[in-house]
C-alpha cells in the first residue's frame, strides 16, 4: 500500500468521521429526544467513531496502537445493528421488535474476542496502516454480512407494507443499505487482498449523505430550523475554504511556472478576493439550494407578492380560489388543491374550483359538508389540538392512534372527510372567529410531510385571504358575484 492510498484512506475517514459527528450533534441539540433521534445519533456515532479509528490508531505511539485500534473496532460491531434498531423502530410504530438470537449473541461474541488476536491480529502503523485479521475473522465477516441480509429482508418488508411519505423514507433507506453493503464488502475484499482499492470511506460519505437526507428530508424527526440553518451554513464555509485554496494552489502553481521570484504571499491575496468576490452570492444560492431542494421551504417573499398580486385583481370569487389554488400547488408542489367557502343560501360549504374536486370523482352535489361535519367542526372549535388551527393528515392518524375508541372515531371521521376532499392539510380561514373556510392541500409530490415552516406561514396565508374573501361573499356589495 503507498502512501498515496495511505492517505485517501485516512482524509476519507476524517471526512466520513466530521460528517457522522456534525448530523449526531445537530440532532443533540433539538430539546426532545425520543428513542427514533437516540439511534439515529448512536449510528452516527459508531459509524465515525469506526472512520477515524486509522487516523487515531496512527497517533498514537506503537505500544498502544493495536490496543487503541481493537477499542474502536468495537464501534463497527455496532454500526448495522444500531442502524437497523433504527429502522425497525420506524416501521414497528410502537409493536414490539424481535432481533433473531444469532445476531445478538453474536455481537456479544465478538465484542468479547475483538481483545484478542482471535479476530485482530495485529496492526502495522510504519508508513502505512494495515491491518491484520485473525483466525476467526473470516467468520466475523459473515456475522456482518448476516446483520446486512436480516435488514435488507426487514426493509423490504417494511417498505412493500408502507406508504405516503414513510414509503419514501424506506425507499432512501433501503438504497443507504445497498450502498454500506458496497462499502463492506470493498472493507472486507481490502483485509484480505490488500491490492483492492481501498474507498470504503468514500462510499459511507455517500451513505451518511442518503440517510441524513432521508431523515431531513422526509421530517422524520421533526428537525427544525437548527438543522437547516446548520446544514446551509455548513456546505457554505466547505464551499469557501474549496475556492479559498483553490485559488491559492492554482496561483501558487502559476507563479512557480511563469513568475517565480514573485512576492510569495500573492497566493493568499488572490485566495482570500477570491472568497470575498463569491461570498455573499454563494452564501445566498447555498442556503437558496438548501432551502428549496433539501427542505423543500418556498420563497415566502416570492408567495407574499403573488398572493397580494391576486388580491388586488380578484373581483370574483371563482377567479380568486382558481387563482389561489395554482399558486399554491406551484409554491408546495402539489398535484391537487382548492378552497372550501360557507354558502349562507344552502346553509353547507362549497368547493372551489369545482373542476379541481371532480378529478377526484367528487361532485358537489353528491357531498353534503355542513357545520355538523367532524372536520368543520376542528377547524372552528377544536383547532386548538393542532398547531396554527391547521389540520394535518398524518396528525390526525397520530391523535386517533393515541386515543380511546370514542375519541378514535371522531378521528376516523375527519380522516374520512379529508380522504374525499384529497386533502393532507386544510387551513382555515377565519373572520374574527367564525370559520368561512378552509384551504384544501394534497400530499406533496415529494411524499414530504407539512413543516412547522408550512405550517405557520400557510396560517399567515389564511389570515390574510379573510378580509377579501369577506368583502367578496358576505359583504353586500359582493352583489352577484357572491356564492
Known amino acids: 500500500m503507498t502512501s498515496v492510498s495511505l492517505s485517501l484512506r485516512v482524509?476519507?475517514?476524517?471526512?466520513?468521521?466530521?460528517?457522522?459527528?456534525?448530523?449526531?450533534?445537530?440532532?443533540?441539540?433539538?430539546?426532545?429526544?425520543?428513542?427514533?433521534?437516540?439511534?439515529?445519533?448512536?449510528?452516527?456515532?459508531?459509524?465515525g467513531t469506526w472512520a477515524i479509528s486509522d487516523?487515531?490508531?496512527?497517533?498514537?505511539?506503537?505500544?498502544?496502537?493495536?490496543?487503541?485500534?481493537?477499542?474502536?473496532?468495537?464501534?463497527?460491531?455496532?454500526?448495522?445493528?444500531?442502524?437497523?434498531?433504527m429502522v425497525l423502530e420506524i416501521g414497528s410504530e410502537g409493536k414490539k421488535i424481535k432481533i433473531p438470537w444469532v445476531l445478538s449473541y453474536g455481537m456479544i461474541f465478538f465484542a468479547v474476542i475483538t481483545f484478542t488476536p482471535l479476530l485482530i491480529k495485529d496492526v502495522e502503523t510504519k508508513g502505512s496502516f494495515v491491518e491484520i485479521p485473525g483466525p476467526l475473522y473470516p467468520l466475523f465477516v459473515i456475522y456482518f454480512l448476516s446483520w446486512l441480509f436480516y435488514g435488507l429482508v426487514c426493509m423490504f418488508k417494511t417498505y412493500r407494507a408502507s406508504e405516503g411519505f414513510k414509503r419514501n423514507q424506506f425507499k432512501y433507506f433501503f438504497f443507504a443499505l445497498i450502498i454500506a453493503f458496497i462499502a463492506a464488502i470493498n472493507y472486507f475484499l481490502w483485509i484480505f487482498f490488500p491490492q483492492v482499492p481501498e474507498v470504503f470511506h468514500c462510499i459511507e460519505i455517500v451513505y451518511v449523505f442518503v440517510v441524513a437526507y432521508a431523515v431531513i428530508r422526509f421530517r422524520l424527526m421533526?428537525?427544525?430550523?437548527?438543522?437547516?440553518?446548520?446544514?446551509?451554513?455548513?456546505?457554505?464555509?466547505?464551499i469557501s475554504a474549496g475556492i479559498f485554496l483553490g485559488a491559492m494552489y492554482l496561483t501558487n502553481y502559476l507563479t512557480e511556472i511563469f513568475f517565480k521570484g514573485?512576492?510569495?504571499?500573492?497566493?493568499?491575496?488572490?485566495?482570500?478576493?477570491?472568497?470575498?468576490?463569491?461570498?455573499?452570492?454563494?452564501?445566498?444560492?447555498?442556503?437558496?439550494?438548501?432551502?428549496h431542494y433539501i427542505f423543500q421551504c418556498p420563497d415566502f417573499k416570492s408567495i407574499l407578492e403573488k398572493i397580494s398580486e391576486i388580491l388586488?385583481?380578484?373581483?370574483?370569487?371563482?377567479?380568486?380560489?382558481?387563482?389561489m389554488t395554482k399558486t399554491v400547488k406551484e409554491i408546495w408542489k402539489v398535484d391537487h388543491a382548492g378552497v372550501v367557502f360557507w354558502d349562507r343560501n344552502s346553509s353547507q360549504f362549497?368547493?372551489?374550483?369545482?373542476?379541481?374536486?371532480?378529478?377526484?370523482?367528487?361532485?358537489?352535489?353528491?357531498?353534503?359538508?355542513?357545520?355538523s361535519d367532524f372536520l368543520i367542526r376542528t377547524l372552528e372549535s377544536e383547532r386548538?389540538?393542532?398547531?396554527?388551527?391547521?389540520?394535518?393528515?398524518?396528525?390526525?392518524?397520530?391523535?386517533?392512534?393515541?386515543?380511546?375508541?370514542?375519541?378514535?372515531?371522531?378521528?376516523?371521521?375527519?380522516?374520512?372527510?379529508m380522504k374525499k376532499l384529497g386533502a393532507a392539510a386544510c387551513v382555515p380561514i377565519n373572520i374574527k372567529e367564525q370559520l368561512i373556510g378552509f384551504i384544501v392541500l394534497g400530499p406533496k409530490k415529494s411524499g414530504a410531510l407539512y413543516n412547522r415552516e408550512d405550517k405557520k406561514f400557510l396560517s399567515h396565508v389564511g389570515n390574510l385571504i379573510s378580509d377579501q374573501i369577506n368583502r367578496l361573499i358576505y359583504a353586500p356589495q359582493a352583489g352577484p358575484s357572491a356564492a
Open 350 to 371: 362549497k368547493l372551489y374550483p369545482r373542476e379541481n374536486f371532480e378529478k377526484l370523482g367528487l361532485k358537489e352535489e353528491e357531498f353534503s359538508l355542513a357545520t
Open 222 to 238: 421533526d428537525f427544525d430550523l437548527l438543522v437547516r440553518w446548520g446544514l446551509a451554513y455548513a456546505a457554505v464555509v466547505a
Open 11 to 47: 482524509f476519507s475517514g476524517l471526512m466520513a468521521g466530521f460528517c457522522c459527528y456534525f448530523f449526531a450533534i445537530l440532532t443533540l441539540l433539538r430539546p426532545k429526544l425520543d428513542r427514533v433521534t437516540k439511534l439515529f445519533v448512536f449510528s452516527n456515532v459508531t459509524l
Open 312 to 323: 388586488k385583481t380578484s373581483e370574483d370569487v371563482n377567479i380568486l380560489s382558481t387563482e
Open 384 to 417: 386548538r389540538l393542532f398547531q396554527y388551527g391547521i389540520v394535518l393528515d398524518d396528525e390526525v392518524d397520530v391523535y386517533g392512534n393515541r386515543s380511546g375508541s370514542g375519541e378514535r372515531a371522531t378521528f376516523m371521521k375527519i380522516r374520512r372527510t
Open 262 to 291: 514573485i512576492n510569495p504571499g500573492l497566493p493568499y491575496w488572490i485566495g482570500g478576493s477570491a472568497l470575498l468576490l463569491t461570498f455573499e452570492p454563494l452564501r445566498k444560492r447555498t442556503i437558496g439550494f438548501v432551502d
Open 55 to 85: 487516523f487515531l490508531s496512527l497517533l498514537a505511539p506503537k505500544e498502544w496502537a493495536l490496543f487503541i485500534f481493537r477499542v474502536l473496532y468495537l464501534a463497527g460491531l455496532l454500526i448495522v445493528p444500531t442502524f437497523f434498531l
